[in-house]
């Protein structure tokens, strides 16, 4: 079992930029981040591998979010920048195997974004 711990949400104006942090009990293959707006499903944000860095990300975000990892302090990041309205959700903190299928889930921290 593996617990996650997502910190960094807020309330920010919209060309604004936050980081998110998720720590982690153990080690998995990756990590990702995935978000759920109000009304609407969660949706898969970002992963990345922890050992050799290879990420993905929604097509919505690509080029202004970054997914990262310290393997030594076994933290995964998501620095959001250039953020926009329609980013406002609960984000969440995954980690498995898959991407976008992951076997465990931090609690979620909340992103604001105002116009």
């Known amino acids: 079992q593996v617990q996650l711990v997502e910190s960094g949400g807020g309330l920010v104006q919209a060309g604004g930029s936050l980081r998110l942090s998720c720590a982690a009990s153990g080690r998995t293959f990756s990590a990702s981040w995935f978000r759920q707006a109000p009304g609407k499903e969660r949706e898969f944000v970002a992963g990345v591998v922890w050992i050799g860095g290879s990420t993905d990300y929604a097509d919505s975000v690509k080029g202004r979010f970054t997914i990262s990892t310290d393997n030594i302090k076994n933290t995964v990041y998501l620095q959001m920048n250039s953020l926009k309205p329609e980013d406002t959700a609960v984000y969440y903190c995954?980690?498995?195997?898959?991407?976008?299928?992951?076997?465990?889930w931090g609690q979620g921290t909340q992103v604001t974004v105002s116009s």
């Open positions: 995954a980690a498995g195997v898959a991407f976008r299928r992951p076997a465990y």
